[in-house]
């Protein structure tokens, strides 16, 4: 193996050994190490399904609110197509501008702080060290060996610089080019919300032609039915990244839509009652 080939634990082994507290499984997955670039791909693969399902919850749960909505104040399947269109595509493009902006903002004031800690450890290094070793006092090591801790790490410039970050400030570094997979995090949620968030209007575009001359309420039930059926799906799926049951997180998540459905229905059968038809 090359000198600077980094190994890792395999995460996917550690994590089942943990979830089934079994010690020995734990010592195998920290024995077999995996290399760097095979676990950061996972990482990112993991990152992106993790995106694209939380991505498609927000927009099936938006989406399916509306159209509930819409079906409560007897509107007809040709506005709640049209409300429930638009809105996607408008919430999908905010969300999608949203998650690149607000990843990208924190990856600058990152950079920020990361420069100001390095000039303050260049202009003043006593200050910077004692400070660290105030901090690992106070999470417990005597102060002796914090600070033979704190002066080796302090040999090395650039990694002390990022050991500052992350016990000071609880920031990360983000690389050079995080920008762009701050791009293609934004793509993706946009690419989830519409593509999930359509889910409710299958049932409206779908009925027609299975079932001759439905009713609005047939149209609304075969929405239900389709959107039930991903909400159940997204909820397993999400179970892989919370280390849950996916069968618990799917009924989680099938009611929570449902009771968002319910509160938009009557609400909006509430309003149309109240409000006067033109």
Same mark, same amino acid.
């Given at each position: 193996?090359?000198?600077?080939?980094? /190994?890792?634990?395999?995460?996917?082994?550690?994590?089942?050994?943990?979830?089934?507290?079994?010690?020995?499984?734990?010592?195998?997955?920290?024995?077999?190490?995996?290399?760097?670039?095979?676990?950061?791909?996972?990482?990112?693969?993991?990152?992106?399904?993790? /995106?694209?399902?939380?991505?498609?919850?927000?927009?099936?749960?938006?989406?399916?609110?509306?159209?509930?909505?819409?079906?409560?104040?007897?509107?007809?399947?040709?506005?709640?197509?049209?409300?429930?269109?638009?809105?996607?595509?408008?919430?999908?493009?905010?969300?999608?501008?949203?998650?690149?902006?607000?990843?990208?903002?924190?990856?600058?004031?990152?950079?920020?702080?990361?420069?100001?800690?390095?000039?303050?450890?260049?202009?003043?290094?006593?200050?910077?060290?004692?400070?660290?070793?105030?901090?690992?006092?106070?999470?417990?090591?005597?102060?002796?060996?914090?600070?033979?801790?704190?002066? /080796?790490?302090?040999?090395?410039?650039?990694?002390?610089?990022?050991?500052?970050?992350?016990?000071?400030?609880?920031?990360?570094?983000?690389?050079?080019?995080?920008?762009?997979?701050?791009?293609?995090?934004?793509?993706?949620?946009?690419?989830?919300?519409?593509?999930?968030?359509?889910?409710?209007?299958?049932?409206?575009?779908?009925?027609?032609?299975?079932?001759?001359?439905?009713?609005?309420?047939?149209?609304?039930?075969?929405?239900?039915?389709?959107?039930?059926?991903?909400?159940?799906?997204?909820?397993?799926?999400?179970?892989?990244?919370?280390?849950?049951?996916?069968?618990?997180?799917?009924?989680?998540?099938?009611?929570?839509?449902?009771?968002?459905?319910?509160?938009?229905?009557?609400?909006?059968?509430?309003?149309?009652?109240?409000?006067?038809?033109?």
């Amino acid at each position: 193996m090359a000198p600077n080939e980094r /190994t890792h634990v395999d995460k996917s082994q550690a994590q089942a050994a943990y979830s089934a507290l079994d010690v020995e499984a734990s010592a195998r997955a920290h024995a077999s190490r995996v290399d760097g670039g095979h676990d950061e791909a996972h990482s990112k693969v993991g990152g992106q399904l993790k /995106t694209i399902v939380f991505g498609g919850l927000d927009g099936i749960l938006t989406s399916f609110a509306i159209v509930s909505s819409c079906a409560g104040s007897g509107l007809t399947s040709r506005v709640v197509l049209l409300l429930g269109a638009c809105n996607i595509l408008a919430d999908a493009m905010a969300m999608g501008v949203g998650e690149y902006l607000s990843t990208k903002s924190s990856d600058e004031y990152a950079r920020r702080e990361r420069a100001r800690e390095d000039w303050e450890l260049r202009n003043h290094p006593e200050g910077e060290v004692e400070e660290m070793v105030e901090i690992y006092v106070q999470r417990g090591m005597s102060r002796e060996d914090a600070q033979v801790v704190i002066s /080796t790490m302090a040999k090395y410039h650039d990694f002390f610089v990022d050991v500052m970050m992350v016990e000071e400030l609880g920031l990360f570094v983000p690389e050079e080019d995080a920008w762009v997979e701050s791009a293609k995090d934004g793509l993706l949620m946009f690419a989830s919300f519409v593509v999930f968030g359509t889910a409710p209007l299958v049932g409206y575009l779908l009925t027609p032609l299975f079932v001759h001359d439905p009713s609005e309420h047939d149209l609304f039930l075969a929405a239900c039915a389709v959107t039930g059926v991903t909400l159940f799906s997204l909820g397993a799926a999400k179970a892989r990244f919370v280390q849950q049951k996916a069968l618990k997180l799917g009924a989680e998540t099938l009611a929570l839509g449902a009771l968002c459905a319910s509160v938009a229905y009557f609400c909006g059968a509430a309003l149309s009652s109240q409000l006067p038809s033109h």
